[in-house]
């Protein structure tokens, strides 16, 4: 009997707790990664977080970087990292390098399609990533606020089209983390440039990007401030917190100004010279922050 109960086991693993699982799928002619956390079957419907990769970059490269599939396991919530065509997102910027792929609608139906495979809660659905990424969270945002609940966009503005049409049809908070010497996605607006002299489309300053989402979100105009603690006082970085809280429907608006941080995830790499892209603040660790954000608002 004993012998008999192992072979069903192994037949039928499906009626067993299932673990993590991070898996590879493809949507028409695009592809996903997707991180299920353990026992993902058993809820009846979980948080779901898209993490947008920046600028020529991959899926699976931003699930290495930010930690999010492992933070997904210990909080129970799934994470997407969908591939941008090309390794770019059509953030809506003029001259961006994603220009010509409707990746507003790519994103709206692979939500689609994972709300329909998958135990989701549709009021808990959220969006963030870096720089590219962060701009098209800011873009879904925008335009598909009837989907996303909150986003959090990292060294990524708002692209001066999108901030021209902006009109969400729904509230959203919004987690802003910018950093105030990026060389490459300016605080101050103006173009994006990687290489110095070459204009890669041009954002709003990243304080005129708050005054829209306060405004529409019916915010308190008159933010809470206050400094973070600096944990780490070699990394020649502070990190400041304004809140704009009491928006409609429970939202609000977080801006952390990252006082002398340049194009770099908080907590993260220095993945290119400090010349190149400028500092990293290690006061805080992005995904633990973001995800802190994210499990706070629901519909």
């Known amino acids: 009997m004993r012998t008999l109960f192992f072979i069903l086991l192994l037949l039928f693993p499906s009626s067993c707790a299932v673990g993590a699982q991070t898996i590879q799928e493809r949507l028409g002619e695009r592809t996903y990664l997707l991180h299920l956390p353990p026992g993902y079957r058993e809820k009846a419907a979980l948080p ?8 020529g970059g991959t899926a699976r490269g931003i699930e290495r970087s930010t930690g999010f599939s492992k933070l997904a396991d210990r909080e129970g919530f799934l994470v997407v990292y969908p591939d941008g ?24 139906r692979l939500l689609d399609h994972l709300k329909a495979s998958y135990p989701i809660d549709p009021g808990r659905v959220y969006a963030t990533g870096p720089s590219n990424g962060g701009m098209m969270s800011q873009r879904l945002g925008a335009e598909l606020s009837d ?86 006082p070699s990394d020649g970085c502070n990190a400041e917190l304004r809140r704009y809280p009491d928006g409609r429907e429970g939202t609000e608006v977080i801006l952390v100004r990252l006082l002398g941080a340049g194009h ?23 995904a633990s922050y973001i995800w802190s954000f994210f499990k706070s608002h629901s519909r």
């Open 48 to 55: 779901l977080m898209f993490c947008l990769h920046g600028g």
């Open 264 to 286: 770099t995830w908080p907590g993260g790499s220095q993945y290119l010279p400090e010349g190149m892209i400028g500092k990293v603040c290690r006061d805080l660790d992005g």
């Open 85 to 108: 065509a090309d390794r770019h997102w059509n953030d809506g910027r003029e001259d961006g390098p994603g220009q010509g792929h409707d990746d507003v609608d790519f994103i709206r």
């Open 147 to 232: 989907r996303f609940v909150a986003i959090a966009p990292v060294i990524g503005g708002i692209s001066e089209p999108v901030a021209r049409a902006f009109h969400p049809a729904r509230p959203v908070s919004v987690l802003i983390l910018q950093g105030t010497a990026d060389p490459w996605v300016p605080y101050v607006g103006g173009d994006v440039e990687v290489r110095p002299g070459v204009s890669r489309g041009r954002i709003i300053a990243t304080e005129k990007a708050v005054s829209l989402w306060v405004t529409h979100n019916g915010c308190k105009p008159q933010p809470v401030s206050q400094s973070l603690p600096d944990t780490d």
